[in-house]
């Protein structure tokens, strides 16, 4: 990769994932220095940090903002009733229900959750990727550990502005490729999801995931809307098995739908901390090269045309790169 830009904002504390409104511009969730959710745009010509004050009461709420881009615009999704969109960087955003929200009140067939709470659901990251009017939104259900394993199918029309749920489901666990699995009883969880023309592609780290110990599993599927598996494209085996080290890798789709980033957990297996990229449509694994200056932890945090935005761990900083 070769250096396009460098921008050193000096009130970000964490990043959140990004979405691309075109081939040159993102647009990151990021939160400040005083614990407060902000926007990050970046594009070779500016940055710009917008805050979102009004979403502060998220603290106050079991949801996670879920962050997306539709038609040269943007929205977040405050909670199943609710969404925000943004038609331009510099509109002021648009308010719109979401309809159909009673389809979460299916209770899940999970024996030890079965009759003891009400269904209840808790939307959050990772941020969907999508080619068409329909968005998959990942969620946890009833029982909330910061590892969702179900998504729903949100249809949106932003001429209309309209938004309503179609349906809510979770990978096949039966036809997964499970390894090393240690709670039979959930389905795999959802790390990353994009939907392409009619299929979903899906990055799992499996059933269940230690990061004191390290994955058991992760892997990348194409299913249908159901959650019915079609094939997978990436399989890791059971990493438990190889040796005693500890090893887990952690993806993310890009907003082109041509790779699937993939980010090591640990520094001392045979990935040695080094990112690569997943071609979805070859299935390679590409290695990624970074400019002289990176710093310690560069992460490629989002791909588009000719792009890459990268996430200096180690400054806090970030950089825009173009491949040589």
Request: charged share 25%.
């Amino acid at each position: 990769m070769e250096l396009v830009k460098k921008y050193e904002p000096d009130n970000i504390e964490a990043h959140y994932g990004c979405v691309a409104l075109s081939e040159e511009t993102t647009v990151s969730l990021v939160m400040d220095k005083e614990d407060k959710y902000c926007l990050l745009l970046l594009s070779p010509n500016q940055m710009r940090i917008l805050p979102l004050n009004y979403l502060e009461k998220f603290t106050k709420i079991p949801h996670y903002p879920v962050l997306f881009a539709k038609e040269g615009g943007f929205g977040i999704i405050k909670n199943e009733n609710e969404l925000l969109y943004y038609p331009t960087i510099d509109s002021i955003p648009i308010e719109i229900s979401i309809e159909n929200k009673e389809i979460f009140q299916q209770a899940l067939k999970i024996p030890q959750f079965e009759n003891v709470w009400p269904p209840k659901i808790k939307l959050g990251y990772p941020n969907p990727i999508s080619n068409n009017d329909v968005l998959p939104v990942c969620f946890e259900h009833t029982y909330f550990h910061n590892n969702p394993r179900y998504f729903a199918c949100l249809n949106l029309n932003m001429k209309e502005q309209k938004a309503k749920w179609e349906n809510w489901t979770n990978l096949d666990a039966e036809k997964f490729p499970v390894h090393g699995s240690r709670y039979d009883n959930f389905p795999p969880r959802i790390d990353s999801i994009m939907i392409k023309d009619k299929d979903v592609f899906i990055y799992t780290s499996g059933i269940g995931a230690s990061y004191c110990k390290g994955m058991y599993y992760y892997g990348i599927v194409r299913t249908t809307k159901k959650g019915e598996i079609v094939e997978t494209l990436l399989d890791s085996g059971d990493l438990t098995i190889i040796d005693q080290k500890k090893r887990g890798v952690n993806g993310v789709f890009t907003s082109s739908q041509k790779y699937a980033i993939l980010t090591p957990v640990f520094q001392n297996d045979e990935w040695k901390g080094k990112q690569k990229l997943f071609s979805i449509e070859t299935k390679e694994l590409i290695a990624i090269e970074f400019p002289r200056g990176s710093g310690k932890y560069p992460r490629v945090m989002q791909e588009s045309g000719k792009y890459f935005w990268v996430y200096l761990w180690d400054t806090r900083h970030f950089a825009i790169c173009r491949e040589k």
